[in-house]
């Protein structure tokens, strides 16, 4: 906006200037036209004084136009303008017919530079503006690659991260199994144990039958006196296998009972491990291969954002150059 007003102030102070030459060309051609064709001049004033005062008159009204207007445009070449004109007619040739052509000069000179000045302004205004639309994008996309890389970066961070802590796990999964594992152990100690107390409570229930057996077939053919002394030892016997027994049934169905339910919690412990470690190696591959492939990312935009630093290093150094080759030049000629 200020471009354009500066712009617009120049145009106005140029047209005005070429009204005043023309308007001055125009009192030249009016009211020297009769001096002229009479051979006139400021020499002859003498001669012929009515002639000469009116040629004087337009000479002065000229002048001051011309003066007039170099002090308020404060135009160099208009000041000197008006300087070799009155410097012209103190010389006392053709004043009219120099005035004219010096005007003319003057006229020819402002429009050439008003045709320069417009396509100046034609170039700067479309340099400028395609200029600044590509400084505009270069910014668009290296803030756009300066988010993309922040948002990899904090991806490959969280990753990393995750990745050790699955890691971490999945090592805590591995000891634990390692530990469950002495079950196999504690099996087949139970099966030795196991066999030991069948084998026993075998034993024992055939030597209670046999006692039973012999001591229920013996019974009426031994005497009262015996009979009563064999019986109590025999009965004492056979209530001490049979504690025996119970013990033995009674282990065994507590051992039989403790071991099926630690094999059901270690092969549940075991399988949820499996799914375990499956889950978490898989994302661990996942998770490995994705950072990665950000990692490669990250490189890749951070190529292109040096590429496109130097590209917009490159558009600045341009902008800067038609800064000073326009706004500077456009400021001179408003201020002129």
Known sequence: MAKAEEYETSQHSRSEELTALDTAKKVLVEKTAGAADRE??????????????????????????????????????????????????MLGADPFAKIKGLISEMIEKLEEEAAKEAAHKAFCDKEMKETKAKKEDKETD???????????????????????????????????????????????????????????????GMALKVLRDYYAEKEEALMQTQH????????????????????????????????????????????????????????????????KETEEMLVSLKEDKATTEKEYAAVMEYWEELQGMCIAKIGRASCR
């Not at 290296?142 to 990745?163: C, F, G, R, V």
């Not at 805590?172 to 026993?200: N, P, T």
């Open 40 to 89: 006139y001049s400021f020499i002859q004033v003498s001669a012929k004084t009515r002639v000469g005062v009116r040629a004087k008159q337009a000479k002065d009204d000229i002048l001051n136009l011309l003066q007039g207007l170099a002090k308020k445009t404060g135009d160099n070449a208009m000041s000197l303008l008006s300087q070799r004109v009155e410097a012209a007619s």
């Open 142 to 204: 290296l803030d756009d690659l300066s988010t993309k890389i922040d948002k990899a970066t904090a991806k490959i961070a969280k990753l990393t991260e995750e990745i050790a802590t699955l890691e971490e796990e999945l090592g805590a999964i591995a000891k634990a199994q390692q530990e469950a594992d002495i079950r196999a152990e504690e099996k087949a100690a139970w099966a030795d144990a196991k066999a030991d107390y069948e084998s026993g409570i075998e034993g024992v």
């Open 228 to 291: 009563d002394k064999a019986t109590g030892a025999a009965s004492g016997i056979i209530g001490m296998l049979e504690v025996v027994e119970s013990d033995f049934t009674k282990s065994l169905a507590e051992g039989t009972a403790k071991e099926s339910m630690a094999q059901e919690e270690y092969e549940k412990l075991t399988q949820d491990n499996k799914i375990a470690t499956t889950e978490k190696s898989t994302a661990v591959k996942y998770k490995t291969k994705d950072k």
